[in-house]
């Protein structure tokens, strides 16, 4: 079993960044590949960027690759989604979620596979 909580959302301007941060709890952490969704009003689930059970491999939208990078460190049951040069577009609520799969699969597989999600944080993009 593995519990999610988020934190790190808020509002900002296009332009500038943030940084969410996912806190796991449960012994076998290091062991699942994480990662973040966001879901927008009125607009389904989607994926945004993943990263292996070791952190040697990431897998990212291309809707934010070069923008938005994620990390995790599994001593700290820990994992991060830095956020660079938001759009106004990137308003969301942010999922953390945590799979037994590869990074890649994460990112293709439909968001209802995912083992386990956090409560969500949201996003606002200011224009």
């Known amino acids: 079993q593995v519990q999610l909580v988020e934190s790190g959302g808020g509002l900002v301007q296009a332009g500038g960044s943030l940084r969410l941060s996912c806190a796991a709890s449960?012994?076998?952490?290091?062991?699942?590949?994480m990662g973040w969704f966001r879901q927008a009003p009125g607009k389904e689930r989607e994926f945004v960027a993943a990263?292996?059970?070791?952190?040697?491999?990431?897998y990212n939208a291309d809707s934010v690759k070069g923008r938005f990078t994620i990390s995790r460190d599994n001593a700290k049951n820990t994992v991060y989604l830095q956020m660079n040069s938001l759009k106004p577009e990137d308003t969301a609520v942010y999922y953390c979620?945590?799979?037994?799969?590869?990074?890649?699969?994460?990112?293709?597989?439909?968001?209802?596979?995912?083992?386990?999600w956090g409560q969500g944080t949201q996003v606002t993009v200011s224009s």
């Open positions: 990263i292996s059970w070791s952190g040697g491999s990431t």
């Open positions: 979620a945590a799979s037994f799969t590869t990074a890649q699969r994460m990112g293709i597989m439909p968001p209802r596979n995912v083992d386990y």
């Open positions: 449960g012994r076998t952490f290091s062991t699942y590949a």
